[in-house]
């Protein structure tokens, strides 16, 4: 079994830019991950494991191999595992993955769907805690208009807990998945002060998308102009806006209460 002690090592050098530039994401078509937990759930989600790298002393070859028998092995050595990780608690093992596609044309939607869109989401905390409400409430998809950043940016694929995996994402511009809403008759709410009902007089039992902005900017006007309806979360405080992931979860909990959880 390969084994690599050495920084310096070419590949080692290949795996630091995977984690710190999109560029080479894009170019190699992988990203680096971290973790059993999110390994088990990435593997569980469909992707597919290039690489292993195990730290001894923390992970048994043994451990490693359980997770995936067809990905490649490499020991590592302390040095080695502390310039790849992101955190100390990571039980010693790391992934190089796959990435998967991210066309709107690769959902696979249910008869009665109910999506999350978020329009140019910036920071990746606000992403991770997206993806973590998408899955606690067992979304059919999650979409990202004009997207920022890469979503299999190292910060991202933490703060999500691996909720990145869990569900199907896709990313377009605003007018494509406009579009894609519109050609498969789902009705989209959005989320903005303006022309605005409150949200929880609208019926999302029918195919259902609830879009929702930054909360700089909000939703630009191409998605308020097309809404089936823009809707609002009354406020009591001195303030006119919530963080967009708490937003979003009042959004998508009461579509879940009106179709019985």
Sequence with gaps: MKQITSIQ?????????????????????????EGKREISIAIKGGYEMETLLFLPEICSETDARALSKNAELIEINKEVYQKLAYRDTTEGILAVAKTKSMQLSDLKLSENPLILVAEAPEKPGNIGALLRTADAANLDAVIIANPKSDLYNPNIVRSSVGCLFTKQIATGTTSEIIAFLKERKINFYCATLQNSTSYHTQDYTTPTALVVGTEATGL?????????????????????????????AILIFEAKRQRGF
């Design 9 to 33: 090592n070419p590949y080692i050098k290949s795996l630091v830019q995977l984690q710190e530039k999109a560029k080479a994401r894009k170019q190699s078509g992988t990203f680096l991950m």
């Design 220 to 248: 630009t006007e191409e998605w308020r102009k097309e809404a089936t309806q823009n809707i609002i979360i009354p406020m009591q405080g001195e303030i006119d806006s919530m963080n967009v992931s708490v937003a979003a």
